[in-house]
């Protein structure tokens, strides 16, 4: 059938189960929102009040559901307003198709109006990018574009689309879902020498990370644990695929980690790492990360392999199927002397003051979860609120903790909250933030009243940029430079302003009861939490040091 782009754009979007996206109109676009008139009944548009929060939303739509978010934005501001979006996606391994309008072909170049060099400045954060020149290879960029976002390491695809190519016409032809198959590589002996290596391993340790969400391992991960008795660390990406009280949970491992998780690293013989790279937050000392334990690697990208921390064994292929394959050669273990050891461990860990007559974070958090439904998403900012929310956050479900970690953007939360409400309906979405970071995305509350989306955020408001301000006391000597806000924003008035539900607690018994209003409401709320702007996250490593050096008071 003959076609013209702008039809070709949604008849791509819908064989390949596309039935929402997010974005924002434009000139460049018009076309392509001209068609998306005529095709709601296919695919819902839903209109952000700003083109990051569109790319944040379908980012959280894809961490949630495990499909590829799309966003589509206008030429130059439309298509620089998505960067930081499609950079946090990129840092973490998100699958995402961006679809951006550009000028016609023949005034590419000539610095027309809202035109930028779109594929140059989003080269260093995608996956892939592409820019149509000619409508007969629209549909099939389109359609790489998808394959490329999902195959091997998943990650954001941009497509750049000129006005004059939605208008031009050719033929279309429909074809099915773009199949994604992973390669899986390791052969027998490569999966003989990783099996012998943790068999013979007296204290075994395994770290997983944002890889095993991704690729579904989520059962094979715990089935290794309980067959070779190998306890676990994770890094905030893995967040969720164990339970928070499972006994071989040691939880997470960092910066703010957990004291048992950093103590178990260095008591460890092997560690097993599983898609999970070892940035600076995890091992922020690599020299001194592990103490003359070997190292094994399993992830699907081979350039994660001793590009940070060297390691003495590697599996590259898909962590699902390499499991799958590995599971069958690991001996069942008792381990009884490291499990008497973990036990140890474990009861060092950090435990923060309680109190019944101040608003503490993690007695926030651990009310919040006390309260809500067992279908939870939590969506965070990035700040000290991260932090704490990676801490208490009592996940028993993967993708139900959403949140900026490599890129670590500011405004993240509400948008990923949108987007993770809109692909599970069925669940409770929170949103927790601080001051500092709601400034920069409350643009999102109106999206969400408009679509009548029940999403609650948790404003734990310190009156200052709480985690700079921290770094600043403990290398600043306390020179708080631009870091107390000093914001006079009166939460309750901004949520009735915009049309939602908004609350100002002062106490745990005003929190819960707050709370339980917001979740009968079924409307967005805000619910304002004045905390102690000397609130610290603890446990805390400093940059370039080790255990010894942790502080916890």
Request: glycine residues 8%; aromatic residues 6%.
């Amino acid at each position: 059938m003959m076609l013209n782009g702008a039809q070709i754009v949604i008849e791509v979007l819908a064989e390949q189960g596309v039935d929402i996206i997010f974005g924002y109109p434009g000139g460049a676009v018009l076309n392509i929102y001209d068609e998306l008139f005529d095709n709601q009944h296919r695919i819902r548009h839903i209109l952000t009040s700003h083109e990051q929060g569109a790319a944040h939303a379908a980012d959280g739509y894809s961490r949630a559901t495990g499909k590829t978010g799309v966003v589509l934005a206008t030429s130059g501001p439309g298509a620089t307003n998505l960067v930081t979006g499609i950079a946090t996606a990129f840092m973490d391994s998100i699958p995402m198709v961006a679809i951006t309008g550009n000028v016609n072909t023949d005034s590419i170049g000539k610095d027309c109006f809202q035109e930028v060099y779109t594929v140059g400045i989003t080269l260093p954060i995608t996956k892939h990018n592409f820019v149509v020149r000619d409508v007969t290879k629209l549909a099939d960029t389109l359609r790489e574009a998808f394959r490329i976002a999902k195959t091997g390491r998943p990650g954001p695809v941009l497509v750049d689309i000129p006005k004059d190519i939605t208008v031009a016409r050719c033929e279309f032809y429909p074809q099915k879902t773009v199949e994604v198959e992973n390669v899986y590589v390791p052969d027998d002996q490569q999966l003989n020498t990783v099996a012998e290596a943790i068999n013979n391993s007296e204290r075994p340790l395994l770290y997983y990370g944002g890889g095993v969400i991704s690729s579904g391992a989520y059962k094979q991960i715990l089935d290794l644990i309980k067959r070779g008795n190998i306890p676990a660390i994770h890094s905030v990406m893995g967040k969720g695929v164990m339970a928070y009280d499972d006994p071989m949970n040691l939880g997470m491992i960092g910066m703010h980690g957990s004291v048992a998780a950093m103590l178990a690293v260095k008591k460890t013989d092997l560690l097993i790492a599983v898609g999970a790279r070892f940035s600076d937050r995890t091992a922020n000392n690599g020299e001194n990360f592990v103490n003359n334990a070997k190292i094994i690697q399993i992830d699907i990208d081979d350039c994660e392999i001793n590009k940070n921390i060297p390691v003495d064994h590697s599996l590259i292929g898909d962590v699902k199927k390499v499991l799958e394959s590995l599971l069958p050669k690991i001996e069942t273990k008792k381990r009884t002397l490291w499990m008497e050891e973990i036990a140890d461990i474990k009861k060092q860990d950090y435990t923060p003051t309680e109190t019944e007559d101040k608003l503490k974070p993690h007695q926030i958090i651990e009310d919040m979860y006390q309260l809500c439904p067992e279908k939870l998403i939590v969506t965070t900012d990035v700040g000290q609120h991260q932090m704490w929310a990676a801490q208490y956050c009592k996940s028993k479900r993967p993708r139900s903790f959403l949140t900026s970690a490599g890129l670590g953007a500011m405004g993240f939360g509400y948008g990923a909250a949108i987007g993770a409400k809109l692909g599970c309906p069925d669940h409770t979405v929170v949103h927790i933030t601080g001051d500092g970071s709601f400034h920069m995305n409350m643009n999102g509350v109106p999206t969400a009243v408009t679509y009548k989306l029940p999403i609650i955020t948790i404003v734990l408001n310190n009156n200052a940029l709480g985690m700079v301000r921290q770094l600043q006391k403990v290398y600043c000597k306390s020179r708080f430079s631009s870091t107390l806000l000093q914001k006079q924003t009166d939460y309750v008035k901004l949520a009735d302003a915009f049309g939602a539900l908004g609350f100002r607690v002062e106490t745990p018994k005003e929190f819960k009861a707050a709370l339980k209003e917001a979740l009968k409401s079924n409307k967005s709320c805000i619910i304002e939490c004045p905390i102690d702007c000397e609130e610290q996250v603890l446990p805390m490593m400093p940059a370039g040091a080790t255990v010894e050096d942790i502080i916890i008071e």
